[in-house]
């Protein structure tokens, strides 16, 4: 976006513009594939990014380092709040949002795996039901519908270093 590159590309479902983090920083996003770029934020620009697909504008974003936090912005990006709620332990390395309810997010921290169904207000911890954390850390979080649809529910899917890939209930 600013002639360098960008990082943590997403598409909003809402709006189908993609939006990431330019080299400079900045909060981008493009209504033309990536053919141009405009500035929505120029001093925030989140690394990893999901959107709620059901609730238009709504974004949440990692940024930072060491320890990273959580950014969610109710404009499409143009101010953002940090979700303090998280708990201390482990920094937020990766983001997914239930493509079928609003509010509903996972995160994975250097040490575990995390739900909210508030939009962020409060967390649970589902190291527990997933094994695979301690067992390596996770590179990659993805949601998905139930590998057995009667079941419902959703499969979260882990990518690890040290464990592979590895779907799991929710």
């Known amino acids: 976006p600013d ?9 909003d ?4 513009a993609l939006y990431g983090r330019s080299d400079a ?45 959580i950014l969610k912005s109710v404009d499409g990006g143009i101010s953002w709040a940090i979700l303090d709620s998280l708990p201390a332990k482990g920094s937020p390395v990766r983001l997914a949002h239930d493509p ?25 911890d589902l190291s527990d039901r997933l ?9 990659a979080l993805a949601v998905g519908p139930p590998a057995d649809p009667t079941s419902g529910g959703l499969t979260l899917y882990l990518g690890t270093l040290g464990s592979g890939l590895l779907a799991r209930a929710v």
């Open 3 to 11: 002639g360098r590159g960008a990082h943590g590309l997403a598409f």
């Open 13 to 16: 479902p809402n709006d189908g």
């Open 25 to 69: 920083g900045a909060f981008v996003r493009s209504r033309d594939d990536g053919d141009s770029w405009e500035i929505v934020h120029s001093t925030i620009g989140p690394g990893e990014l999901t959107f709620d697909p059901r609730t238009p504008g709504t974004i949440y974003g990692l940024y930072g380092y060491d320890p990273a936090r």
């Open 100 to 124: 079928s309810r609003a509010g509903h997010l996972f995160v994975a921290t250097s040490e575990r795996v995390l739900e909210t169904v508030d939009a962020g207000a409060s967390w649970f």
């Open 131 to 139: 094994a695979a954390v301690a067992a390596g850390y996770v590179k």
